[in-house]
């Protein structure tokens, strides 16, 4: 599970993928739990974009006669990915708060915005005291 890790600990597990060349599983868990550090900076949204666009593209580069994806596309993946990890590791032991309140699948776990406040539009089970 790696929302709810720091940037620092995404940052390490970027880098980590490297080890693990093809990996779509980790690069989409790695996509998915960094997209919320995107609203962080500019800076981080776009590496963030870049990434998750990089991985489309390796995702879809498989190929059936080489029955493989493209080295090529991989190494364009680890270079956002690096470049990603650099600006996550500079904010440090940062986490962005998710919401705890209860919804129909369990934990809520969106995003909070910066007041703290839930955006889910799925609404939360315990929504009968949400009477502001
Ligand atoms: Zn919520």
């Known amino acids: 599970m790696l929302k709810g890790k720091s940037a620092v600990e995404l940052a390490d ?3 980590t993928m490297e080890s693990f060349p093809h990996n779509t599983g980790g690069l989409s868990m ?3 739990a960094t997209l919320a550090f995107g609203g962080k900076s500019a800076e981080i949204g776009e590496a963030q974009r870049t990434f998750s666009q990089a991985r489309h593209a390796h995702k879809s580069s498989y190929s059936s006669a080489s029955g493989g994806y493209s080295d090529d596309q991989w190494h364009q993946v680890m270079q956002a990915a690096h470049r990603l990890a650099a600006l996550l590791r500079a904010l440090g032991d940062v986490r962005i708060a998710r919401c705890s309140r209860p919804a129909s699948w369990g934990e809520c776990g ?3 915005d910066e007041d703290g406040q839930c955006r889910s539009s799925l609404g939360h089970a315990d ?4 009477t502001r």
Do not use: Q, Y
Request: net charge negative; charged share 30%.
């Open 110 to 112: 969106l995003p909070l």
């Open 30 to 32: 790695l996509d998915e």
């Open 127 to 130: 929504s009968s005291i949400d």
């Open 13 to 15: 597990a970027l880098e």
